[in-house]
């Protein structure tokens, strides 16, 4: 499989291919039994690459394979190439993975839906589109994929068309990502002019042997962090992943939770050679994270939506993946990029069962009492509001805790304190969220109905157990699975040396104040909503602060989109029709009223054109042939 | 083989005449119009596949004397810059005449100026010889007067004056120019013009003279506000042509003509070039997104994505240049889709009017898919055609013009918006009930489908392009950096 990884590539595009083309002339069934078999296939290939790969001495853990050449042109070669190493693997095996769940979700999720084909060909694509962004051997074809993904996101955001707000959300979404796009295509530009190639290989390699000067690798950091910004709903790009709550639930679970919005960890982890030369360039990294991670975390504690405080949490989240990645701790980082997908993927499709029962209903203040009512949906939430809050003994815990631990050992303290803080308010905002669904006696007006279909629990459950196993991967002070998995992919080029963490070296005061503080986190929460009926936070102000996450949409719409939309308006009013037209056909007029001329072509008599362009042909060659 | 291209040109002109003798029976011109776009679909396929690509240079060479009394030959030919172009014409021309199935109107005439149109279009971008291109790109300019005049939308009249003042304007001082350029030269012949040397002040004014022609074609900003006129009022395929090829005469005659003849001029004024390129860029986009005519939206855009072309021009680069002569090819593709879609959707809802459209996608999904397929490639998503001409520009401009390349990349995020809050518009949203017709048949979307298949087909391998552009463009290219 390793040889042949393109047809893991493949597979989900064959997917799309033949549900969008045949669609008509499938069943519902047989839609999903492609659907979910291409994605299913494409796991049962990752896994198999993934042992042939472990079987390969560390230093040739990164295959790779050219498919063909897609512009050649003077010194311009770029070719459409495959790279198979620890880091795509364990994003490839994510994708595949918990993508595949999440198809067999869907079959339940969307089971009613009139555009049910439609639904599983765009999602077949975005799993072609992301496995092309994890894959691919070169920054070029990276970004067909990182557009790729853009487009599906935009697809499946926007995926009931008939609902203004999800347009306008789909249309938000991706005009934020293009400004991500264009920082990396920025950032491209600058990679070619100082290496002569968009090849990892090579960029890589040549930016040890052959440096760039460090505000060139500034640049290409800070614009590479640009994309990863935007794809990973981190500031100041962040708002975008709120309202793309408007796409169906297990979209979020898929797309805005556990892979795409990981691309921008991805980005960076990919370019550590890069991060490495470029210190102001990590920096910024690791403090748009840390920054990220507190921020979301404030703005969860006063949403009321379910959906849009779990996209909080993730954005959260993702902020300590990117502050670890900042930091150099890139075992760390991508470890918790594992765990997260397990739980935040679970919570997603739990938060889906709940939005199921009540016939759509996301609002916090209208749930209460669902533990009776859907006991497994119940059970599988909590194990992902422990293991996200990072109680001890569940997956979160073990990734938050390397990822706090280190950054303490290497003297960060205060991202480490921001981290800490807003581990405290995640364990308060999930509880929260927790209590206000499922303690407490029922508040909403629609009868629920009782737990959704079989289809649609045995992936959260197979999540739970997940989300609560999937950290033992990494054992403090007694192994480190994922570290080891990864080492060889940090060897290959400069810079890698410390990516993964030394799991002996424990860093038990860091640990302890954490677990006290999410202990503190459930305390609280406990008080304020468990078996409470729902109440206005006390401080209005703040809490419509949180609540309006800022005011960034406010803001940026007042700062970029009127002006822009204003400006377009009065150009076209005043410059190009009074000053630009209204001074030439002026001078038309002019022209007109000084002779017949012009009203004589007007005419619209052919034979009178034609004869006008002969004579006038006539005598420019006569005076020429006498004159000559 | 020089007879591929004198076949492939002359081809409609000899269907021309049998269409409008057809005219009597409404369904009976489209019929050799057909014919002979398809024949010369064919023989430019045939010149591609006969074309030695990797070298630079003319090929597939034909002299006929024409008037010997003043030199003049029929001298055709083509390299890697015009052989994209005239594949590019040819199928658009087929695409045509398909999206002109409908046509019944006076349709014995419309074929006869729509065949007309393709003989100037295809002649101009094999012309070696400045008579013979001043003849087809006249020849193309006056078919396009009769068809916005004659079929054209309520300010028809108006529309086709001012395309024809502005247009013609532009000839007359390009004509005057290849006069002074004989006189100096001793011919009209292109390839010895190249080598001529010609004294300062001719230089200067007959550069001047060509880049105003050109501008006004292309069209730079100040000079286009004939074109949304134009493709407001144009019937649809008269559009598809009009941005789709015409507009590629004036950036095909500033590579060809002036960078040819003039290269250390065309150097010295690249900066310049490149300002006015970057105004085109957000100027249009701006504008753009405060029409509310989709075909006018449309016609912005297009002024807007003329500007890449520009600053692929103005940096000079082999890389830029090999992406500006893309972008030809590409624009031209993606533009007529975009025209072709915005008159289909005219025809299903009864109103271009984006603010009165809505919900297309429940009405005429096919329409709609392909039509957003269309303004993807348009922003530039990587993978369709416009990223692969759009790419290598930015590549090569960014090493020449770093600042302008940052705020001609702002043009991309304009885009994005302005495409895509129309496609929220129209195309999403809960339908509106002004629309009430049929779904377009097969036979109406098949050029549309034509057309988004060749995107694709662009975007995915465009090195079969390169792999003939490049050779011919590296002998114009002079910008060093990312060479």
């Given amino acids: ?628 | 083989m020089g007879w591929l291209l004198l076949a492939a040109v002359g081809l409609p002109l000899a269907g021309a005449p049998v269409s409008a003798l057809l005219g009597r029976r409404p369904a009976a011109p489209r019929w050799p119009a057909l014919v002979t776009s398809l024949g010369s679909l064919a023989l430019s396929v045939a010149a591609a596949l006969t074309f030695r690509g990797g070298q630079p240079g003319m090929q597939l060479v034909s002299r006929l004397n024409w008037i010997p009394a003043l030199g003049i030959r029929l001298h055709l030919g083509v390299d890697g810059i015009s052989l994209p172009l005239l594949l590019m014409t040819a199928f658009l021309a087929a695409t045509t005449v398909l999206a002109s199935w409908g046509v019944r109107r006076r349709s014995g005439e419309y074929f006869f100026w729509l065949q007309l149109l393709s003989v100037g279009m295809l002649g101009v971008f094999t012309a070696l010889d400045l008579f013979v291109f001043f003849f087809f790109f006249e020849l193309a300019l006056i078919p396009m007067y009769f068809l916005i005049g004659l079929w054209g939308g309520p300010r028809k009249d108006y529309a086709a004056m001012k395309f024809l003042l502005y247009t013609g304007l532009g000839s007359i001082v390009m004509f005057l120019a290849f006069l002074v350029l004989r006189f100096y030269g001793g011919t009209f012949d292109l390839l010895t013009l190249e080598h001529t040397r010609f004294p300062v002040p001719v230089q200067l004014a007959v550069f001047a003279a060509l880049f105003l022609a050109w501008a006004v074609k292309t069209p730079v900003v100040p000079l286009h506000t004939w074109l949304p006129d134009a493709h407001v009022e144009a019937p649809t395929p008269a559009s598809m042509l009009l941005a789709g090829v015409l507009l590629k005469m004036g950036t095909y005659g500033l590579l060809r003509i002036s960078l040819g003849i003039f290269p250390a001029l065309f150097h010295a004024f690249a900066p310049v070039l490149a300002v006015l390129a970057v105004v085109n860029i957000l100027y249009g986009a701006l504008l753009a997104m405060a029409q509310t005519d989709l075909k006018g939206l449309v016609a912005y855009a297009s002024i807007s994505s003329m500007g890449y072309i520009l600053l692929g021009a103005a940096a000079g680069t082999g890389l830029a240049l090999e992406g500006a002569v893309l972008q030809m090819v590409a624009h031209g593709l993606v533009a007529a889709l975009l025209f072709l879609a915005a008159g289909d959707i005219h025809e299903l809802a009864g109103t271009r009017a984006i603010p009165a459209l809505g919900g297309l996608l429940t009405r005429a999904p096919t329409l709609a898919w392909l039509s957003l397929l269309g303004a993807l490639c348009y922003l530039g998503l990587p993978g369709l055609a416009v990223f692969a001409a759009e790419f290598p520009i930015f590549l090569g401009s960014f090493a020449a013009f770093p600042t302008y390349t940052v705020l001609a990349a702002a043009g991309i995020v304009l885009t994005a918006g302005y495409l895509l809050w129309t496609a929220q518009r129209i195309l999403f949203g809960p339908g509106r009930e002004a629309a009430l017709l049929p779904a377009l048949g097969g036979m109406r979307l098949l050029p549309l489908a034509l057309l988004a298949a060749s995107l694709v087909a662009v975007g995915v391998y465009p090195t079969v392009w390169y792999h003939l552009i490049g050779p011919a463009v590296h002998l114009l290219a002079w910008g060093g950096g990312a060479r």
Avoid at chain 1, 130 to 144: K, Q, R, S
Avoid at chain 1, 284 to 308: E, F, H, M, P, Y
Wanted: hydrophobic share 55%.
């Fill in chain 1, 1 to 628: 499989m390793l040889q042949h990884s393109w047809v893991i590539l493949l597979l989900p595009l064959v997917g799309t291919a033949v549900i969008s083309i045949l669609g008509r002339y499938l069943s519902k069934l047989a839609t999903s039994l492609v659907a979910c078999g291409v994605v299913g296939l494409a796991f049962l290939g990752t896994v198999a690459a993934a042992v042939q790969l472990e079987g390969l001495p560390p230093r040739l853990q990164a295959v790779q394979e050219v498919l063909f050449r897609w512009i050649v042109s003077g010194p311009l070669h770029i070719s459409f190439g495959l790279l198979v190493d620890p880091i795509s693997l364990l994003f490839m095996l994510v994708i595949t993975g918990v993508g595949f769940l999440i198809h067999v979700y869907s079959v339940g999720y969307m089971g009613e839906d009139k555009n049910f084909r439609l639904y599983f060909a765009y999602l077949n694509l975005f799993i072609f589109t992301m496995l092309l962004l994890v894959m691919a051997n070169n920054f070029l074809w990276l970004l067909v994929g990182w557009g790729g993904v853009g487009l599906a996101s935009y697809l499946l955001i926007g995926f009931w068309y008939e609902r203004p707000s999800a347009v306008a959300a789909a249309i938000k979404a991706f005009v934020m990502n293009v400004i991500g796009d264009v920082g990396i295509f920025l950032a491209i530009f600058l990679i070619y002019l100082s290496f002569h190639s968009v090849s990892y290989n090579r960029v890589f390699h040549l930016a040890y042997t052959h440096p760039a000067a460090a505000g060139v690798m500034t640049a290409i950091t800070l614009l590479l962090l640009l994309g990863a910004v935007a794809k990973s709903a981190q500031l100041p790009l962040h708002t975008w992943l709120f309202d793309a709550m408007e796409g169906p639930t297990p979209v979020s679970a898929l797309i805005h939770a556990a892979t795409m919005v990981t691309a921008g960890v991805y980005l960076v982890a990919r370019c550590y050679p890069l991060y490495h030369l470029s210190p102001t360039g990590a920096t910024a990294v690791a403090v748009v994270g840390g920054a990220s991670a507190l921020l979301a975390a404030t703005i969860g504690t006063a949403q009321t939506d379910i959906k849009r405080a779990l996209a909080a949490s993730t954005m959260s989240q993702i902020g300590y993946m990117i502050m670890a990645v900042g930091l150099g701790m890139y075992a760390a980082g991508l470890f918790h990029f594992l765990t997260h997908a397990f739980f935040k993927a679970l919570l997603f499709m739990a938060a889906g069962n709940i939005i199921h029962a009540l016939g759509g209903e996301q609002d916090l203040r209208k749930m209460g009492g669902l533990a009776k009512r859907l006991p497994v949906t119940y059970w599988s939430f909590l194990a992902g509001t422990l293991a996200i809050s990072g109680i001890p003994g569940f997956s979160g815990f073990f990734s938050k805790d390397e990822l706090l631990g280190q950054t303490l050992n290497r003297g960060h303290v205060v991202l480490w304190a921001v981290g800490v803080a807003a581990a405290f308010l995640t364990a308060f905002y999930m509880f929260r969220m927790f209590f206000l669904a499922f303690s407490g006696s029922y508040r909403g007006e629609v009868h629920p109905h009782g737990e959704a279909p079989r289809v649609m629990l045995v992936p959260t459950v197979i999540l739970a157990v997940l989300a609560v196993v999937g950290g033992y991967l990494v054992l403090p002070g007694v192994w480190d699975l994922i570290g080891n998995f990864l080492a060889p992919a940090f060897s290959h080029w400069h810079g890698g040396a410390g990516a993964v963490g030394n799991p002996h070296h424990v860093n038990w005061l860091s640990m302890g104040i954490s677990v006290l503080l999410a202990l503190a986190g459930f305390g609280v929460a406990y008080q304020v909503y468990h078996r409470r009926a729902w109440q206005p936070a006390p401080w209005p102000f703040l809490s419509q602060l949180l609540y309006r996450k800022y005011y960034f949409d406010e803001l940026y719409d007042a700062v970029f989109v009127r002006p822009a939309v204003r400006l377009g308006a009065v150009f076209g009013a005043v410059a190009d029709r009074l000053v630009i037209d209204g001074g030439v056909m002026g001078l038309a007029r002019g022209v007109r009223t000084l002779g017949n001329g012009l009203v004589f072509l007007q005419s619209g008599y052919v034979r009178r054109y034609a004869l006008t362009i002969a004579l006038g042909a006539a005598a420019i060659l006569a005076y020429y042939v006498f004159w000559a």
